[in-house]
Nanobody
């Protein structure tokens, strides 16, 4: 199994910045796709940004140019761990949502069909 733990959410004024992190541990294949999704009450998960093991990224149109998704691999005790980061700049009130980290062996793009999910971290822009 893969464990995902998000951190870095909070409240920020419009125009501000927030950096989210997601620590991925457990059994990760050499090829994978990880991404950030967000959800507001009463709505489906919305794909925000994804990155695959080759470093290729995809962004939702609403965040392109403002958000940057990156990943870093580290080796500890012969195990690979990954940190997924979402740098969010020029935040708008409509970016307010619960943000989730997700991972899968397959590239699911911006669809919410990922196998593994974190618990989420709240971002509030006012």
């Amino acid at each position: 199994d893969v464990q995902l733990v998000e951190s870095g959410g909070g409240s920020v004024p419009a125009g501000g910045s927030v950096r989210l992190s997601c620590a991925a541990s457990g059994y990760m294949y050499d090829t994978y796709c990880m991404g950030w999704f967000r959800q507001v009450p009463g709505k489906e998960h919305e794909g925000v940004a994804t990155i695959d093991s080759g470093g290729s990224t995809k962004y939702a149109g609403s965040v392109r140019g403002r958000f940057t998704c990156s990943s870093k691999k580290t080796i500890s005790n012969s195990k690979a761990n990954y940190t997924l980061t979402l740098q969010m700049n020029s935040l708008k009130p409509e970016d307010t949502a619960m943000y989730y980290c997700a991972a899968d062996v397959f590239d699911r793009g911006l669809s919410a069909e990922y196998m593994y999910w974190g618990q989420g971290t709240q971002v509030t822009v006012s």
